[in-house]
């Protein structure tokens, strides 16, 4: 069972990356300003730590990937208090890598009236079960992400707060501008993600929660599409070519991941100044240990924990550790990391989107060993 590990970090020099709306006064728990919208963060005795939600940053390769020739979205579909996606891993990449729950209530108008609705949507059907309820369809994400957070604490006083007015107004009874006020930073977000290359096409239909992927009409489509049974007939499984092109295009949609909240006003390019990659054995993370910070709150690099997850997960490893620096970015550190680096096995060092390509090369010779 192999996963890909990876570790990036984003650079943010003035940024409000993922905000909270409104800023409450911490104590009452009350709103203590109109017009001001806050960054989300965690409050420490350390000090502020900005972060950006996990489902922003799923967001925001959601949203590349479109553009990543081949890829295919799923639909998504809204009732009243739910939204879902047509949970069909078969016709879509998205809902193989990122996962889903498909659990329709049925609308006020009733089971035959949202199947019309689908129809009309271009949305799988779904099996109805017991007591004429919707089969629940479920998928555990087998790209999996951590939250995007600053490497370091700030203090509230380094918290910058941006005031602004929206002063294009003619209109007589409303002569003043109206005053807004939000808040940014300046800082290094890190974020670890993890892809489980076992689960990737590979599509389960058990009576478990997240192992739930197909239903009766799901099961007759991949026979349709002669997808073969895997693992004694629980599940069934895309061609390895069909896996590798999957994984190929979420990998080309971190290469060119962009999005983030102000962008008109503090655009902050969001891809990966830096990034750590490794295939190995086994969900243990390769770089959870591998980036720091100095007493300022610049990032450094720990050499000595990368040489050590490449001693204790040497029989594990499937890969060499694939290394993206950008130029102009940590330059101080460059020398030390082409050293750490050319003393493992196999590694490679680069650009970010060199690494991240490089692994997109390796992957054609070895997939059938990643993807076993």
């Known amino acids: 069972m192999a996963h890909l590990s990876g570790l990036i970090l984003i650079d943010c020099p003035a940024s409000a990356l993922n905000n909270a709306g409104q800023q409450l006064d911490m104590v009452n728990r009350e709103r203590r300003y109109d017009n001001w919208s806050t960054i989300k963060k965690v409050e420490t005795r350390q000090g502020v730590f900005p972060y950006v939600s996990a489902q922003a940053f799923r967001y925001w390769m959601r949203d590349t990937l479109r553009g990543v020739q081949g890829w295919t979205a799923s639909p998504t579909f809204r009732e009243e208090k739910i939204a879902y996606t047509d949970a069909n891993p078969i016709l879509y990449a998205e809902d193989d890598l990122f996962g889903y729950m498909r659990a329709p209530g049925g609308g006020k108008e009733g089971a035959d009236a949202l199947k019309q609705k689908w129809a009309e949507k271009k949305l799988t059907e779904q099996e109805v079960g017991k007591g004429d309820k919707f089969v629940a369809l479920t998928r555990n994400s087998p790209f999996k992400v951590s939250t995007l957070i600053s490497i370091a604490p700030l203090k509230p006083t380094e918290i910058g707060f941006d005031y602004g ?41 058990a009576e478990r929660t997240g192992y739930r992927h197909l239903d009766s009409v799901r099961k007759a489509l991949a026979e349709q599409h002669k997808l073969k049974l895997y693992d004694d007939g629980r599940a069934y499984e895309l061609d390895l070519t069909a896996r590798k092109q999957r994984l190929t295009q979420l990998l080309e949609g971190l290469a060119q991941i962009c999005g983030g909240a102000k962008q008109a006003m503090h655009y902050t390019d969001i891809s990966p100044r830096f990034v750590l990659l490794g295939v190995a054995k086994g969900g243990n993370h390769l770089f959870g240990t591998s980036i720091g910070a100095t007493q300022d709150g610049k990032p450094t690099i720990k050499m000595a924990a990368l040489a050590e997850a490449a001693h204790v997960f040497q029989g594990d490893l499937l890969s060499g550790f694939y290394a993206g620096l950008a130029q102009g970015y940590l330059d101080e550190q460059r020398a030390d990391l082409q050293k750490q680096i050319a003393s493992l096995p196999k590694a490679f060092l680069g650009h970010p989107v060199e690494a991240i390509r490089r692994v997109i090369q390796d992957l054609d010779a070895r997939a059938a060993e990643w993807l076993a």
């Open 165 to 205: 007015t929206m002063a294009r107004t003619d209109d007589p009874d409303y002569p003043n501008p109206v005053p807004y006020v939000h808040e940014f930073y300046r800082t290094t977000l890190a974020g670890l993600f993890s892809i489980d290359l076992r689960m990737m096409g590979r599509f389960y239909f």
